[in-house]
């Protein structure tokens, strides 16, 4: 019998879900090990938490039919490159003592990055983070205590303004959708069924450098940045968050303001996995291992470590500094496809090819960088169809139009539900 090669994927995001669906899976024993069985489709998240559709859209489950790896539901706290064995608990609080250990030929690491709280106090206990569908669930169901808490009989007017400010943090692609997100929410569904409250919501987006949207052009950024205040989004740049409490956030310059929800869409830091392994890394910003243009990680004297591959967030090509995004993860996985079907005969280094950068700024316009830079209704096209390119099964783009359809016909069901 033919002893096929073992290979394992750590993670379940972009990087490793595409990888254990794409790997020739007649050639190897492929297994994934995550703590989250299902995989988040991150560009639709801000919409999904707005109630464009329902947030279970914005994930796909990590066993389908066909599906022809092994999953494991577990987190890897450390790789033995030596005697190439993983070491993990599994993701279960009740068996999380329960170490075991997983062999490999050959290892993908492709586990992301966490949220940065940057020890700000208070934050890490009442922020919202934006980074799975669990997030946009909560974000939705905020909404809807919030909406319905301002409603209630003899509540002031001041309260109702505080309990309707939302704040979002972070000035990137994330926070700015998020905050586009809202304003149509505010003055589109819930102008009908809150008509009392429709003037009292509020946004505010924060950021500490001093211009958002710092992937893009100057001029974009500038665009988005007079779009999103001509729809009543008080952007705030050069702003340094002090502390944050249940319901008031602190800054130097603002002082004390009260809020109903914090949305926190900054700042990335490296898992405890990356922390602990002992290979060569990036050395400012975001930790992340360094790999070869074929996606080899080094030992910190520089040496090649033989089956180990890294990708995604958490790791970048040493010498060519790559952004954290899905594209990148996606040509990275779709690279060591080809690489690992062709058992290894494709040598090619790894190029990433550029894709135009997509930010929508709310009452359908964005802003586009690419070959061509547009604004407009344009970019807003190009945008929701996106989230029609995003989905990955044909199951979720027949229910997203579906659910477009009803929002169409029928309102959004964010208040509903
Ligand atoms: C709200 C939002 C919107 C975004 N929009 C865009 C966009 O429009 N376009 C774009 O290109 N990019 C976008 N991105 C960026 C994109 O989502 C990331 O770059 C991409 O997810 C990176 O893929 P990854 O596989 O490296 O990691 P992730 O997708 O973060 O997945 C990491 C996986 O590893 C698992 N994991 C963590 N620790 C362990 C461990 N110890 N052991 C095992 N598994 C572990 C996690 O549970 C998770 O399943 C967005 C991100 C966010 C948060
Ligand atoms: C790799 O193999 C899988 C499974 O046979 C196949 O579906 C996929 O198209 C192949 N991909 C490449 C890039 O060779
Ligand atoms: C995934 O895990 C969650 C708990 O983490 C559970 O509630 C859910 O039912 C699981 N989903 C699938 C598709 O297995
Ligand atoms: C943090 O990482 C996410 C992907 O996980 C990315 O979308 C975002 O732009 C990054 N933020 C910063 C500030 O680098």
Known sequence: MSEKQKVVIIGSGWGGYRLGYGIDYRKYDITLISPENTSAVTPLLASAACGLFDPRLAHEPIRRKDFHAEYIKAFVDDIDFETQTLICHPAFEELKDQRFEVPYDKVV???????????????????????????????????????????????????????????????????????????????????????????????????????ILAPFDRKLSEYACSALKSNKVDIKVNSHILKVTADTMETKEDGVTGYGMLIWATGNRSIPLID?????????GLLRLLTDH?????????????????????????????????????????????????????????????RSLVTYTGRRDGVIQGNRDYTGYGAWLSWRSGSFFWTRSWRRRILMCYAWFMDWLDGREIIRN
């Open 276 to 284: 602990k392994l002992n290979l060569r890394k990036t050395e400012q």
């Open 109 to 211: 690491i492709t586990p992301g990055c966490r949220t940065n709280t940057f020890d700000i106090p208070g934050v890490a206990e009442n922020a919202i983070f934006v980074k799975n569908v669990a997030n946009a669930n909560a974000v939705r169901s905020r909404l809807n205590d919030l909406l319905e808490m301002a409603s209630l009989p003899g509540t002031s007017e001041a309260r109702q303004r505080q309990l309707l400010h939302i704040v979002v943090v972070g000035g990137g692609p994330t926070g700015i959708e998020m905050a586009a997100e809202l304003t149509d929410l505010f003055d589109g569904d819930l102008g009908v069924l809150f008509p009392r409250l429709k003037d009292k919501t509020s946004v505010s987006v924060h950021d500490v450098a001093p211009h």
């Open 294 to 354: 074929h996606l080899n990680v080094f030992t910190p004297d520089g040496a090649v470590v033989p089956n180990a591959f890294a990708m995604g967030d958490a790791a970048d090509i040493d010498g060519g500094t790559l952004p954290t995004t899905a594209e990148v993860a996606i040509q990275k996985a779709d690279y060591l496809i080809k690489l690992l079907n062709s058992s290894g005969k494709s040598t090619q280094p790894f190029h990433y090819k550029q």
